[in-house]
Protein backbone atom coordinates (compact mmCIF):
# COMPACT_ATOMS: atom_id res chain seq x y z
CA UNK A 1 0.00 0.00 0.00
CA UNK A 2 1.80 2.96 -1.55
CA UNK A 3 0.81 6.58 -0.17
CA UNK A 4 -0.67 9.06 -2.84
CA UNK A 5 2.12 10.69 -4.78
CA UNK A 6 3.48 14.44 -4.09
CA UNK A 7 1.12 16.90 -4.67
CA UNK A 8 2.79 18.74 -7.17
CA UNK A 9 3.38 16.17 -9.64
CA UNK A 10 0.03 15.81 -9.86
CA UNK A 11 -1.06 19.46 -10.13
CA UNK A 12 1.64 19.35 -13.37
CA UNK A 13 1.44 18.83 -17.22
CA UNK A 14 1.28 14.94 -16.59
CA UNK A 15 -1.41 15.19 -14.32
CA UNK A 16 -3.72 17.38 -16.75
CA UNK A 17 -2.88 15.04 -19.62
CA UNK A 18 -3.70 11.90 -17.41
CA UNK A 19 -7.09 13.83 -16.43
CA UNK A 20 -8.12 14.47 -19.70
CA UNK A 21 -7.37 10.90 -21.13
CA UNK A 22 -9.18 9.26 -18.64
CA UNK A 23 -12.21 12.00 -19.92
CA UNK A 24 -12.30 10.27 -22.98
CA UNK A 25 -11.54 6.87 -22.07
CA UNK A 26 -12.85 6.09 -18.40
CA UNK A 27 -11.03 5.94 -15.24
CA UNK A 28 -7.43 4.37 -15.73
CA UNK A 29 -7.18 5.51 -19.53
CA UNK A 30 -9.19 2.25 -20.09
CA UNK A 31 -12.33 2.37 -22.14
CA UNK A 32 -15.79 0.88 -20.75
CA UNK A 33 -16.20 -1.83 -22.53
CA UNK A 34 -12.28 -3.71 -22.50
CA UNK A 35 -13.07 -2.93 -18.59
CA UNK A 36 -16.31 -4.66 -18.84
CA UNK A 37 -14.78 -7.97 -20.58
CA UNK A 38 -12.32 -7.87 -17.84
CA UNK A 39 -14.63 -7.59 -15.41
CA UNK A 40 -16.84 -10.61 -16.78
CA UNK A 41 -13.41 -12.57 -17.24
CA UNK A 42 -13.16 -12.10 -13.48
CA UNK A 43 -16.38 -13.55 -12.95
CA UNK A 44 -16.18 -16.34 -15.10
CA UNK A 45 -12.63 -17.64 -14.35
CA UNK A 46 -12.59 -16.45 -10.26
CA UNK A 47 -14.59 -16.89 -7.50
CA UNK A 48 -14.55 -13.42 -5.69
CA UNK A 49 -17.16 -10.06 -5.55
CA UNK A 50 -17.65 -10.34 -9.53
CA UNK A 51 -19.37 -14.09 -9.90
CA UNK A 52 -21.27 -13.01 -6.89
CA UNK A 53 -22.31 -10.18 -7.95
CA UNK A 54 -23.56 -12.25 -11.45
CA UNK A 55 -24.77 -15.08 -10.12
CA UNK A 56 -27.15 -13.06 -7.65
CA UNK A 57 -27.87 -10.47 -10.87
CA UNK A 58 -28.85 -13.78 -12.88
CA UNK A 59 -31.19 -15.01 -9.77
CA UNK A 60 -32.94 -11.89 -9.14
CA UNK A 61 -34.06 -12.27 -13.03
CA UNK A 62 -35.12 -15.91 -11.99
CA UNK A 63 -36.71 -15.03 -9.19
CA UNK A 64 -38.63 -12.00 -11.00
CA UNK A 65 -39.66 -13.97 -14.05
CA UNK A 66 -41.12 -16.35 -11.91
CA UNK A 67 -42.64 -13.96 -9.62
CA UNK A 68 -44.58 -12.30 -12.64
CA UNK A 69 -45.67 -15.84 -14.34
CA UNK A 70 -47.54 -16.56 -11.20
CA UNK A 71 -49.10 -12.75 -10.54
CA UNK A 72 -49.92 -12.18 -14.51
CA UNK A 73 -50.36 -15.76 -15.88
CA UNK A 74 -51.46 -17.80 -13.02
CA UNK A 75 -53.27 -15.34 -11.05
CA UNK A 76 -54.59 -12.67 -13.33
CA UNK A 77 -53.83 -10.03 -10.92
CA UNK A 78 -54.07 -6.07 -11.59
CA UNK A 79 -51.04 -5.56 -9.98
CA UNK A 80 -48.75 -8.16 -11.14
CA UNK A 81 -45.46 -5.98 -10.74
CA UNK A 82 -45.38 -5.92 -6.49
CA UNK A 83 -44.50 -9.89 -6.77
CA UNK A 84 -41.39 -9.82 -8.97
CA UNK A 85 -40.84 -6.34 -7.41
CA UNK A 86 -40.58 -8.14 -3.73
CA UNK A 87 -38.47 -10.73 -5.45
CA UNK A 88 -35.96 -8.89 -6.58
CA UNK A 89 -36.52 -6.46 -3.14
CA UNK A 90 -35.64 -9.78 -1.34
CA UNK A 91 -32.65 -10.93 -3.02
CA UNK A 92 -29.76 -10.28 -0.51
CA UNK A 93 -26.08 -11.20 -0.30
CA UNK A 94 -26.92 -14.46 2.14
CA UNK A 95 -29.81 -16.76 2.40
CA UNK A 96 -29.93 -15.54 6.44
CA UNK A 97 -30.24 -12.04 4.83
CA UNK A 98 -33.13 -12.90 2.29
CA UNK A 99 -35.40 -14.46 5.17
CA UNK A 100 -34.68 -11.39 7.35
CA UNK A 101 -35.69 -9.10 5.10
CA UNK A 102 -38.49 -11.06 3.34
CA UNK A 103 -40.13 -11.55 6.87
CA UNK A 104 -39.68 -7.70 7.56
CA UNK A 105 -40.68 -6.82 3.52
CA UNK A 106 -43.42 -8.77 4.21
CA UNK A 107 -44.64 -7.02 7.85
CA UNK A 108 -44.43 -3.83 6.79
CA UNK A 109 -46.66 -4.15 3.99
CA UNK A 110 -49.15 -6.13 6.09
CA UNK A 111 -49.16 -2.66 8.21
CA UNK A 112 -49.02 -0.53 5.57
CA UNK A 113 -52.19 -2.04 3.91
CA UNK A 114 -53.79 -2.64 7.29
CA UNK A 115 -53.18 1.11 8.43
CA UNK A 116 -55.14 2.56 4.99
CA UNK A 117 -57.79 -0.32 5.31
CA UNK A 118 -58.89 0.55 8.39
CA UNK A 119 -58.81 4.40 7.94
CA UNK A 120 -60.13 4.11 4.55
CA UNK A 121 -63.56 2.16 5.78
CA UNK A 122 -63.88 4.39 8.66
CA UNK A 123 -63.40 7.74 6.94
CA UNK A 124 -63.84 7.00 3.36
CA UNK A 125 -61.38 7.58 0.58
CA UNK A 126 -61.32 11.59 0.82
CA UNK A 127 -57.85 13.94 1.31
CA UNK A 128 -57.98 13.97 5.23
CA UNK A 129 -58.08 9.89 5.07
CA UNK A 130 -55.08 10.25 3.04
CA UNK A 131 -53.32 12.60 5.47
CA UNK A 132 -53.94 10.36 8.51
CA UNK A 133 -52.72 7.38 6.42
CA UNK A 134 -49.38 9.13 5.72
CA UNK A 135 -49.10 10.52 9.41
CA UNK A 136 -49.52 7.10 11.08
CA UNK A 137 -47.53 5.11 7.78
CA UNK A 138 -44.34 7.49 8.39
CA UNK A 139 -44.95 7.06 12.19
CA UNK A 140 -44.73 3.05 11.89
CA UNK A 141 -41.70 3.14 9.77
CA UNK A 142 -39.33 4.28 12.16
CA UNK A 143 -40.19 0.61 14.47
CA UNK A 144 -36.63 -0.48 14.54
CA UNK A 145 -38.26 -4.10 14.05
CA UNK A 146 -38.65 -3.55 10.51
CA UNK A 147 -35.26 -1.81 10.13
CA UNK A 148 -34.20 -0.58 6.50
CA UNK A 149 -37.78 -1.88 5.25
CA UNK A 150 -39.90 0.54 7.43
CA UNK A 151 -39.69 2.75 4.70
CA UNK A 152 -41.99 0.26 2.80
CA UNK A 153 -45.11 1.19 5.41
CA UNK A 154 -45.68 4.48 3.87
CA UNK A 155 -45.10 3.04 0.27
CA UNK A 156 -47.72 -0.19 0.67
CA UNK A 157 -50.50 2.40 2.63
CA UNK A 158 -50.13 5.03 -0.24
CA UNK A 159 -50.53 1.70 -2.76
CA UNK A 160 -53.62 0.57 -0.84
CA UNK A 161 -55.17 3.52 -0.73
CA UNK A 162 -54.89 4.29 -4.83
CA UNK A 163 -56.38 0.77 -5.01
CA UNK A 164 -58.50 1.37 -2.28
CA UNK A 165 -59.88 4.64 -4.11
CA UNK A 166 -60.32 2.82 -7.85
CA UNK A 167 -61.69 -0.11 -6.69
CA UNK A 168 -65.62 0.20 -7.55
CA UNK A 169 -67.44 -1.20 -4.01
CA UNK A 170 -66.50 -2.64 -0.53
CA UNK A 171 -65.83 -6.42 -1.78
CA UNK A 172 -63.58 -5.52 -4.30
CA UNK A 173 -61.56 -2.73 -2.10
CA UNK A 174 -60.87 -5.61 0.10
CA UNK A 175 -60.40 -8.76 -2.37
CA UNK A 176 -57.94 -5.96 -4.12
CA UNK A 177 -56.22 -4.97 -0.51
CA UNK A 178 -55.67 -8.33 0.28
CA UNK A 179 -54.31 -9.07 -3.44
CA UNK A 180 -51.72 -6.96 -2.76
CA UNK A 181 -50.45 -8.59 0.55
CA UNK A 182 -50.96 -12.10 -1.34
CA UNK A 183 -48.44 -10.61 -4.47
CA UNK A 184 -46.23 -9.32 -1.87
CA UNK A 185 -45.46 -12.28 -0.02
CA UNK A 186 -45.54 -15.02 -3.44
CA UNK A 187 -42.62 -12.62 -4.75
CA UNK A 188 -41.10 -13.25 -1.25
CA UNK A 189 -41.11 -16.82 -1.19
CA UNK A 190 -40.38 -16.87 -4.77
CA UNK A 191 -37.49 -15.14 -4.21
CA UNK A 192 -35.88 -16.35 -0.95
CA UNK A 193 -36.39 -20.28 -2.95
CA UNK A 194 -34.79 -19.55 -5.65
CA UNK A 195 -31.70 -18.05 -3.34
CA UNK A 196 -31.75 -21.50 -1.83
CA UNK A 197 -31.73 -23.57 -4.87
CA UNK A 198 -30.05 -21.66 -7.21
CA UNK A 199 -26.47 -21.94 -5.62
CA UNK A 200 -26.85 -20.33 -2.15
CA UNK A 201 -23.68 -18.86 -1.78
CA UNK A 202 -21.30 -19.44 1.70
CA UNK A 203 -18.92 -16.49 1.49
CA UNK A 204 -15.46 -18.22 3.21
CA UNK A 205 -13.77 -16.28 0.62
CA UNK A 206 -15.27 -13.24 1.99
CA UNK A 207 -13.73 -14.04 5.67
CA UNK A 208 -10.61 -14.97 4.08
CA UNK A 209 -10.15 -12.14 2.27
CA UNK A 210 -10.79 -9.68 5.00
CA UNK A 211 -7.82 -11.07 6.26
CA UNK A 212 -5.60 -10.72 3.21
CA UNK A 213 -6.25 -7.08 2.91
CA UNK A 214 -5.30 -6.48 6.62
CA UNK A 215 -2.68 -8.46 6.53
CA UNK A 216 -1.26 -6.91 2.59
CA UNK A 217 -1.58 -3.34 4.31
CA UNK A 218 0.20 -3.92 7.47
CA UNK A 219 2.82 -5.77 5.13
CA UNK A 220 3.28 -2.75 3.05
CA UNK A 221 3.82 0.25 5.97
CA UNK A 222 5.94 -2.17 7.75
CA UNK A 223 7.97 -2.86 3.97
CA UNK A 224 8.10 1.07 3.97
CA UNK A 225 9.63 1.75 7.12
CA UNK A 226 12.22 -1.65 7.42
CA UNK A 227 14.91 0.11 4.30
CA UNK A 228 14.47 3.94 6.13
CA UNK A 229 15.35 2.47 10.05
CA UNK A 230 18.19 0.31 8.18
CA UNK A 231 19.72 3.42 7.02
CA UNK A 232 19.36 5.61 10.51
CA UNK A 233 16.90 7.91 11.89
CA UNK A 234 13.57 8.35 9.60
CA UNK A 235 12.98 11.95 7.89
CA UNK A 236 10.39 13.96 9.49
CA UNK A 237 8.29 13.76 6.01
CA UNK A 238 8.02 9.66 6.30
CA UNK A 239 7.80 8.96 9.95
CA UNK A 240 4.42 11.66 9.45
CA UNK A 241 3.27 9.50 6.58
CA UNK A 242 3.26 6.40 8.56
CA UNK A 243 1.28 7.41 10.69
CA UNK A 244 -1.25 8.88 8.68
CA UNK A 245 -1.19 5.38 6.85
CA UNK A 246 -1.75 3.75 9.78
CA UNK A 247 -4.50 6.12 10.65
CA UNK A 248 -6.29 5.13 7.64
CA UNK A 249 -6.48 1.39 8.51
CA UNK A 250 -9.51 2.05 10.72
CA UNK A 251 -12.01 2.51 7.55
CA UNK A 252 -10.30 -1.00 6.21
CA UNK A 253 -10.70 -2.49 9.38
CA UNK A 254 -14.44 -1.60 9.59
CA UNK A 255 -14.75 -2.71 6.23
CA UNK A 256 -12.65 -6.34 7.08
CA UNK A 257 -15.47 -6.85 10.12
CA UNK A 258 -18.07 -6.18 7.51
CA UNK A 259 -16.88 -8.43 5.08
CA UNK A 260 -16.65 -11.41 8.34
CA UNK A 261 -20.31 -10.69 9.51
CA UNK A 262 -20.90 -11.61 5.50
CA UNK A 263 -19.59 -14.73 5.83
CA UNK A 264 -21.38 -15.73 9.10
CA UNK A 265 -24.64 -14.89 7.91
CA UNK A 266 -24.24 -16.36 5.11
CA UNK A 267 -24.05 -20.35 7.00
CA UNK A 268 -27.34 -19.73 8.70
CA UNK A 269 -30.65 -21.38 6.94
CA UNK A 270 -28.12 -22.32 3.80
CA UNK A 271 -27.96 -26.10 2.84
CA UNK A 272 -25.07 -25.92 1.33
CA UNK A 273 -23.19 -25.80 4.90
CA UNK A 274 -24.24 -29.37 5.25
CA UNK A 275 -23.48 -31.00 2.35
CA UNK A 276 -20.45 -33.39 2.31
CA UNK A 277 -17.52 -32.41 0.87
CA UNK A 278 -17.69 -28.77 1.76
CA UNK A 279 -15.00 -27.31 4.07
CA UNK A 280 -15.26 -28.19 7.23
CA UNK A 281 -15.31 -24.91 9.36
CA UNK A 282 -18.79 -23.45 9.40
CA UNK A 283 -18.49 -21.47 12.48
CA UNK A 284 -15.99 -18.93 11.21
CA UNK A 285 -14.45 -18.52 14.79
CA UNK A 286 -10.93 -19.16 14.00
CA UNK A 287 -11.15 -16.61 10.89
CA UNK A 288 -12.81 -13.90 13.48
CA UNK A 289 -10.36 -14.89 15.93
CA UNK A 290 -7.62 -14.74 13.37
CA UNK A 291 -8.64 -11.17 12.48
CA UNK A 292 -9.00 -9.52 15.87
CA UNK A 293 -5.51 -10.68 16.77
CA UNK A 294 -4.74 -8.56 13.30
CA UNK A 295 -6.57 -5.87 14.50
CA UNK A 296 -4.63 -5.28 17.36
CA UNK A 297 -1.19 -5.69 15.59
CA UNK A 298 -2.55 -3.00 13.23
CA UNK A 299 -3.33 -1.16 16.13
CA UNK A 300 -0.07 -1.76 17.84
CA UNK A 301 2.00 -0.51 14.41
CA UNK A 302 -0.33 2.20 14.25
CA UNK A 303 1.20 3.02 17.95
CA UNK A 304 4.25 2.80 17.24
CA UNK A 305 4.47 5.18 14.45
CA UNK A 306 2.43 7.88 16.50
CA UNK A 307 5.60 7.24 18.80
CA UNK A 308 7.86 8.01 15.59
CA UNK A 309 5.89 10.88 14.64
CA UNK A 310 5.87 12.76 18.00
CA UNK A 311 9.48 11.97 19.13
CA UNK A 312 10.20 14.09 15.70
CA UNK A 313 7.64 16.61 16.26
CA UNK A 314 9.58 17.24 19.85
CA UNK A 315 12.85 17.70 17.63
CA UNK A 316 14.79 19.20 16.13
CA UNK A 317 16.65 17.26 13.89
CA UNK A 318 16.89 13.29 13.47
CA UNK A 319 14.85 11.14 16.17
CA UNK A 320 17.61 9.74 16.95
CA UNK A 321 21.54 10.39 16.75
CA UNK A 322 23.65 9.74 13.99
CA UNK A 323 25.96 6.91 16.50
CA UNK A 324 22.65 5.16 16.74
CA UNK A 325 22.19 3.18 13.66
CA UNK A 326 22.88 -0.35 15.49
CA UNK A 327 19.74 -0.07 17.21
CA UNK A 328 17.71 1.21 14.23
CA UNK A 329 19.11 -1.50 12.32
CA UNK A 330 18.06 -4.09 14.73
CA UNK A 331 14.93 -2.19 14.77
CA UNK A 332 14.28 -2.73 11.43
CA UNK A 333 15.42 -6.57 11.36
CA UNK A 334 12.41 -7.00 13.43
CA UNK A 335 9.93 -5.40 11.75
CA UNK A 336 11.10 -6.91 8.76
CA UNK A 337 10.51 -10.38 10.39
CA UNK A 338 6.80 -9.49 11.16
CA UNK A 339 6.80 -8.53 7.79
CA UNK A 340 7.43 -11.60 7.27
CA UNK A 341 4.75 -13.02 8.92
CA UNK A 342 2.59 -11.20 7.38
CA UNK A 343 2.84 -12.54 4.05
CA UNK A 344 1.58 -15.96 5.72
CA UNK A 345 -1.69 -14.17 6.94
CA UNK A 346 -1.92 -12.02 3.41
CA UNK A 347 -2.34 -16.20 1.74
CA UNK A 348 -4.53 -17.86 4.46
CA UNK A 349 -6.09 -20.53 3.18
CA UNK A 350 -8.19 -22.86 5.52
CA UNK A 351 -7.24 -25.81 3.06
CA UNK A 352 -3.14 -25.45 4.25
CA UNK A 353 -3.88 -24.14 7.35
CA UNK A 354 -1.59 -26.26 9.19
CA UNK A 355 1.03 -26.15 7.06
CA UNK A 356 0.45 -22.27 7.32
CA UNK A 357 0.44 -22.56 11.03
CA UNK A 358 3.50 -24.42 11.73
CA UNK A 359 4.46 -21.82 9.26
CA UNK A 360 3.85 -18.77 11.11
CA UNK A 361 5.02 -20.22 14.36
CA UNK A 362 8.42 -20.34 12.91
CA UNK A 363 8.98 -16.97 11.49
CA UNK A 364 7.15 -15.89 14.92
CA UNK A 365 10.26 -17.48 17.19
CA UNK A 366 12.84 -15.37 13.99
CA UNK A 367 10.66 -12.45 15.17
CA UNK A 368 11.08 -12.94 19.06
CA UNK A 369 14.97 -13.60 18.08
CA UNK A 370 15.12 -9.92 16.58
CA UNK A 371 13.41 -8.49 19.97
CA UNK A 372 15.57 -9.86 21.85
CA UNK A 373 19.05 -9.17 19.82
CA UNK A 374 16.98 -5.24 19.55
CA UNK A 375 17.28 -5.34 23.45
CA UNK A 376 20.60 -6.48 23.78
CA UNK A 377 22.08 -3.76 21.67
CA UNK A 378 19.53 -0.73 23.97
CA UNK A 379 21.57 -2.86 26.67
CA UNK A 380 25.00 -3.08 25.08
CA UNK A 381 25.04 0.64 23.95
CA UNK A 382 23.99 2.01 27.07
CA UNK A 383 21.26 3.67 25.55
CA UNK A 384 18.92 5.54 28.39
CA UNK A 385 15.68 3.53 28.21
CA UNK A 386 14.17 5.40 31.25
CA UNK A 387 14.53 8.85 30.00
CA UNK A 388 11.56 10.26 28.88
CA UNK A 389 13.32 12.91 26.77
CA UNK A 390 14.82 10.37 24.47
CA UNK A 391 12.76 7.37 22.14
CA UNK A 392 14.70 4.62 22.84
CA UNK A 393 13.16 3.13 25.89
CA UNK A 394 9.29 3.83 23.97
CA UNK A 395 10.73 2.04 20.97
CA UNK A 396 11.96 -1.13 22.92
CA UNK A 397 8.26 -1.25 24.80
CA UNK A 398 6.32 -0.70 21.05
CA UNK A 399 7.97 -3.90 19.70
CA UNK A 400 7.44 -5.86 23.16
CA UNK A 401 3.66 -5.10 22.71
CA UNK A 402 3.76 -5.42 18.93
CA UNK A 403 5.52 -9.00 19.38
CA UNK A 404 3.01 -10.06 22.04
CA UNK A 405 0.45 -9.27 19.40
CA UNK A 406 1.85 -11.49 16.80
CA UNK A 407 2.70 -13.63 19.12
CA UNK A 408 -1.40 -14.25 19.53
CA UNK A 409 -1.72 -14.15 16.30
CA UNK A 410 0.31 -16.71 16.27
CA UNK A 411 -1.43 -19.00 18.86
CA UNK A 412 -4.94 -18.31 17.55
CA UNK A 413 -3.78 -20.00 14.21
CA UNK A 414 -2.01 -22.58 15.76
CA UNK A 415 -5.32 -23.30 17.90
CA UNK A 416 -7.32 -23.04 15.07
CA UNK A 417 -5.14 -25.79 12.89
CA UNK A 418 -5.51 -28.01 15.70
CA UNK A 419 -9.39 -28.28 15.39
CA UNK A 420 -9.26 -30.05 12.00
Not at 58 to 82: E, N, Q
Not at 83 to 98: D, K
Not at 143 to 167: C, E, H, I, K, R
Not at 219 to 242: I, Y
Amino acid sequence: MHDEEPAGRVGGRRGTTNTAKEKETGSGGEGVLPRALRWLRRAFHHSGHERHTLLLAAKSVVAATLAWFIAYDVMGARSPAFAPFSAVLVMQTTVYQSVVQSLRYVGAVVVGVAVQAALGFIAGPDLLTFVLVAIIALAIARWPVLGSQGSQVPTAAFFAFSTYVAAADSADRIGQLAQIVALVAIGCVVGTLVHIVLVPPLRHRSAEDSIHTLAHTLRALLSDMVPELREGAPQQESAAQWRRRAARTDRLIDEARAGLRTAQESVHLNPRGRLRGHRRHVSFDGYSAVLEALVRTLYQVASLTRSLDQWYGDSEGSVVEGDDRPFLRRYADFLDALAALTDVLGELDEDRLPEQAEQLCGLAEKAQECRRALSEEASRQGLPLADPAHPYGVLVVEATRLMEECQNCCDVLQGWAREE
